[in-house]
């Protein structure tokens, strides 16, 4: 009975001895496949408009200032002691939000400061109102804002459903890539690579007229910026003043190749809103005049674009 007790636990330990042989000595944690997070409203087919582009206007026309007066400015905003201006507080160097003071800053919040305080004074209330690209004129024509200073291009169909003030600042659209991704600019493009861009800008367009690469939109610049770091999309195409603000961000990425469009930015206003424009193409014309777009310009983007920037000359309609 003993020598049959002995048999059993040394079968059992043989057993267990050969159970631990057969599994690794090291098997460490389970892989597990987890999907790569999305921002929210990404579309990976987006719809292009492929309508003939509009051409029937002057886009870089606006209204002669005249001896148009704050006064009548002032009737065309929703409030009379406070401006509502509506910005990016994402897009940096241009319009974001400071960590440091949790305000907004940027070179558009110091463009946009000054024409409310050549409105309203040097203690102008302003109210800022963040606000992704898609949402630029719907917001003005439907009284959510009095303007909207967010690297916005003036077209002709734009001119159609908003008033534009006078160009105040003239970018281009380029590419931002990897370091290392082997795309120098537009033609290295082919129908493998994604490229992301805002949706509701007129990026969308141009980098699917001019190459062979799929379009990828996000509602904000920024999910961009993540898609591109985690290897979703292989470029991102916007103005150049946006791009340089991620490179900026994130030193693994550069902007590279010539601008391929032409993207000048106005001050938009609701349609018929034109004393108001009228107005601020003073106020442009002001701070231009006496140094202030040049101290934005080398604040904000000098450095960043790598060239010594100039005011826009102000075109007129009438």
Known sequence: MIRHQIRLAAAAAACLVLAACSQPAD??????????????GIDF??????????????????????????????????????ISIGVSQSTNLMGYIDPATNTPAGFDIDI????????????????WVPMTS????????GDRVDMV????????????????????FHAGQRLLVPRDSGITGLADLAEDHRVCTGNGSTSVRTIADQSAAQAVTVPDFNDCLVLLQQGTVDAITSDD????????????LEVVGEAFSQEPYGIAFQK???????????????????????????????GPLGVAGAPPSPQYRD
């Open 27 to 40: 098997m460490g944690p389970p892989e597990v496949d987890v999907p790569t997070p999305l921002p929210s």
């Open 45 to 82: 087919s987006p719809e292009i408009d492929t309508a003939p582009v509009d051409e029937s206007c002057e886009p870089l026309a606006s209204y002669n200032p005249g001896s148009t007066t704050a006064a009548q400015a002032l009737a065309q905003l929703d409030s009379q002691d406070q």
């Open 134 to 141: 898609g949402e630029r004129e719907d917001a003005v024509n």
């Open 112 to 127: 946009a400061t000054a024409v409310a305080q050549a409105i309203l004074g040097p203690d102008a209330n302003i109210r």
């Open 272 to 302: 018929g809103n034109t004393d108001l424009a009228r107005f601020v193409n003073k106020a442009l014309a002001d701070l231009i005049a006496d140094g202030t777009w040049q101290t934005a310009y080398d604040k904000w983007l000098k």
């Open 149 to 168: 200073v967010r690297t916005m291009t003036m077209n002709c169909k734009r001119w159609s459903n908003v008033e534009f003030s006078a160009e105040y």
């Open 241 to 252: 003043t946006i791009l340089a603000g991620m490179a900026a961000q994130d030193p693994t």
